[in-house]
């Protein structure tokens, strides 16, 4: 078996998986008739077993050249266009730029922001560079968008962060599982069969969300709350299940602390009190409690929508409580779990690109955790700077004194996908340098003053870790165009030139091997994982210590990873999200995806079929706001929020909370949404607050704003798995929301805003 493809040979075909999100869905790869790659479906697989998405299925069609970048690009003075550069001249301006800002304003005024999206390998190699090569603290990455607060929840709760402590096969075998924030039927919709199979089972499925999706179709009971109201509906329902003698007494006595305190807590959240602040009606809160307290066992699911709050970390641990309360832990079939966003959302969050953390899963602070990694790196412990700033602040502080001056960036496209992005946008072009390392031209590569082009999914190897953490291999199935690298290749490049001669290696495999090392002993742990086990396995869970251990597919069985093994009650009450609605701005905002965009869409709005289902933003608003607004189906409104303004067509649908209105943000331009999104923080995760915001609607003059295909973005960006609402597409459906497989789009790719390539010129 030949693992590192020395060339193109998809003959007869290669078995990897989608580039998209943390499904990672299996697929095969071969030649089509015309000879371009075509994907093709992979039953083997068991997490999808050859169902592929409208995005999977069409995948292949961000490889062709003529919607990437295909080689380096070059800005010569501020303002300036970007040129056609050739690698020694693009690698040498990086290496100076950087090393001058380091020289005149110290280390950690330069900067690394990476992706959920890159692999094991390079966010391994991201973190060691950051640390090693640039000895800057400020290293974060477009994870913290994504999953940071049920990671933070989880730690605190658990000890241990994995999305899902149990593998997906398990949720047709619970008795009641609530989908808190998600809408897998369009996120991720090969993983819906397990909700029908679950209900097929004869258990129940509950669905939270502010709007009623094809998710909660699917539902026996669907709860409507107010966006940010999770936290008070969890603290509802665990009041009602103690209330009506539904605990787990045994379980709590034996296996948890700190319950009395979040029965006291929990106890001031009253059905009627819950219904005032969540509108969600008590006998809908009732019944809930019921179904989930009397099931044999259940499963709590969280998604963007909980944790894309302020209070994201609470939240998800409020709803951890539950679970807890309930005896719905450390069992089979039973338990909380994190429906991850990006394709490498939970990997990447586990091998250093995190600002406070080291590979492994281990704290920067911790001296053992920095002794066994500068043995591995070959560095004194003391050399390895501490905890840097979280993604917003170190976007927020670029180009101010004291921020970071010069930034590297790899797979994320902040430009679109962080909250307040307009702020992003204007702190961005503040920079000294910025260097982005990407696929395509996204927004924030089009304000870089170099970009790099690099290799992706399908043209290279590497492994990532998906929802359930499986680590899994991405298999090399084609060359690249000429003019593009891998991002190993540059890290290896730019360490050399800047004094670092040793430790970068451009093989993926020799990468896993050292960070197979530097986990070793860590949380997670992936000492005995190889990619010839995952090939041979159908992927490895960790924790796995040794080559001889069989991996990890539940979790907490035994005991939990805390010091004294039991799991950890969190005291936590409602409160209100920063922004709520007021006279000035009276409506709820809330952001999500639809079926046939990813992320803010670098790739997907490059590929022709899925711009068409899905060509641009929309505002979806009830009925009753429309009437009152005198706005119809299709005429443009405006949102404006305290940071900004958004001019999207109106889509009426009484599938709304007439409180709210939802916008997808996969689109930059006029109909932007994170021009509008609030950055209020989470004490704890340090997670932006994307879901909850208060906005004023009107009816605007004009055409309707942003949209369409140009410009593009890396895989990065916040998963949006969920949430209070992530979007449907109406009218813009490309394909089977439950596991269909569908037809492929053509592969032309070809979109406006086409990426520029090596010799045009593009205007900052
Ligand atoms: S659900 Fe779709 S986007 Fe996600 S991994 Fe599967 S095919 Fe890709």
């Known amino acids: 078996m030949t693992l590192t493809s020395p060339k193109a040979a998809p003959t007869p075909t290669t078995d990897t998986h989608c580039p998209y999100c943390s499904l990672q869905c299996g697929m095969r790869l071969g030649g089509g008739a015309d000879g371009a790659p075509e994907v093709l479906e992979r039953p083997e697989f068991p997490v999808n077993r050859g169902a592929l998405c409208g995005k999977g299925r069409s995948a292949a069609a961000v490889l062709a050249r003529d919607v990437r970048l295909t080689g380096p690009l070059l800005r010569d003075r501020p303002g300036g266009p970007l040129r056609a550069a050739g690698w020694p001249e693009a690698l040498d301006r990086v290496a100076d730029g950087l090393a001058r800002v380091r020289e005149q304003h110290g280390p950690d005024a330069v900067g690394v922001f990476g992706g959920g999206g890159l692999t094991n390998e390079k966010a391994y190699l991201l973190g060691k560079f950051a640390r090693v090569v640039l000895r800057t603290a400020n290293i974060d990455y477009n994870g913290r968008f994504c999953m940071s607060s049920a990671a933070a929840a989880h730690r605190r709760a658990f000890g241990l962060d994995r999305g899902l402590p149990f593998p997906l096969e398990d949720i047709p075998h619970t008795g009641c599982l609530i989908l808190v924030g998600g809408n897998p039927a369009d996120t991720m ?78 106890m001031a959240h009253w059905p009627d009190r819950v219904e005032r602040i969540t509108g969600v009606p008590a006998h809908q809160l009732r019944e809930a409690a019921r179904l989930f307290g009397t099931a044999e066992t259940g499963m709590v699911l969280t998604a963007r929508g909980p944790e894309q709050q302020s209070k994201g970390t609470d939240t998800v641990g409020a709803w951890i409580n539950l679970c807890l309360a309930t005896g719905n832990s450390g069992r089979p079939y039973a338990g909380y779990g994190c429906l991850t966003g990006q394709g490498n959302g939970q990997g990447g969050r586990e091998h250093g690109q995190k600002a406070d953390q080291l590979p492994g899963y281990r704290s920067i602070e911790d001296p053992a955790a920095r002794e066994h990694v500068a043995a591995v790196w070959g560095v004194p412990p003391e050399s390895i700077p501490g905890p840097g700033k979280s993604a917003y602040e170190l976007l927020d502080g670029l180009g101010r004194p004291g921020g970071v001056r010069a930034l590297l960036l790899a797979g994320s496209n902040p430009a679109v996908s962080a909250p307040n992005a307009g702020h992003v946008t204007e702190r961005l072009r503040a920079l000294d340098l910025l260097v982005v390392a990407d696929l395509v031209l996204s927004e924030t590569a089009r304000l870089a003053d170099v ?88 992927g490895v869970f960790w924790p796995c210590p040794a080559e001889d251990h069989p991996g990890t597919r539940r979790l907490f069985l035994d005991r939990y990873a805390t010091p004294d093994g039991r799991a950890r009650f969190v005291a936590v009450t409602h409160r209100p999200a920063g922004e709520e609605p007021d006279e000035e701005y009276p409506l709820y905002l809330t952001t999500g995806r639809v079926l046939a965009q990813y992320q803010s869409g670098a790739q997907t709005r490059r590929v022709a079929g899925l711009t068409r289902a899905a060509p641009g933003p929309f505002v979806e608003l009830h009925p009753r706001l429309a009437e009152r607004l005198g706005v119809a189906d299709g005429e443009p409104v405006a949102v404006t929020s305290r940071r900004g303004r958004a001019v999207a067509p109106a889509r009426i649908t009484d599938a709304i909370r007439a409180d709210t209105v939802f916008m997808p943000f996969h689109w930059p331009g006029a109909g932007r949404a994170n021009s509008l999104t609030n950055p209020a923080l989470d004490p704890v995760s340090r997670m932006p607050e994307f879901k909850v915001c208060a906005v004023r609607v009107e009816k605007a003059a004009g055409p309707s704003g942003g949209g369409a295909a140009g410009g593009g973005e890396a895989a990065g960006g916040p998963s949006g798995g969920g949430a209070a609402g992530d979007g449907e597409a109406a009218g813009g459906r490309d394909g089977g929301s439950d596991g269909q497989v569908v037809r492929p789009f053509d592969r032309s790719g070809e979109v406006a805003g086409q990426a520029a390539r090596a010799g045009q010129e593009v205007a900052p």
């Open 451 to 538: 970009v790099l082009p690099v290799t992706q999914w399908a043209e290279e190897d590497g492994t990532t870790t998906n929802l359930e953490g499986r680590v899994i291999l991405r298999r090399r199935a084609f060359d690249p165009p000429e003019g593009v690298r891998s991002e190993l290749w540059v890290l290896r490049e730019l360490a050399a030139r800047l004094g670092v001669a040793t430790g970068f290696p451009v093989a993926a495999v020799e990468a896993f091997d050292e960070l197979r090392r530097a986990s070793a002993g860590g949380d997670a742990d992936y000492a005995g994982i190889s990619y010839r086990r995952i090939v041979a396995e159908d």
């Open 189 to 266: 919709p090969p993983a819906v069969r397990y909700f029908r199979e679950l209900r097929e089972n004869g258990g129940t499925l509950i669905v939270v969300d502010p709007r009623r999706t094809r998710t909660a179709e699917l539902a026996d009971l669907h709860l409507q709350p107010r966006p940010g109201g999770d936290l008070a509906l969890a603290l509802g329902l665990l009041h009602l299940v103690i209330a009506d003698g539904l605990v787990d007494k045994d379980f709590i006595a034996g296996r948890t602390s700190g319950f009395e305190a979040a029965r006291e807590a929990a």
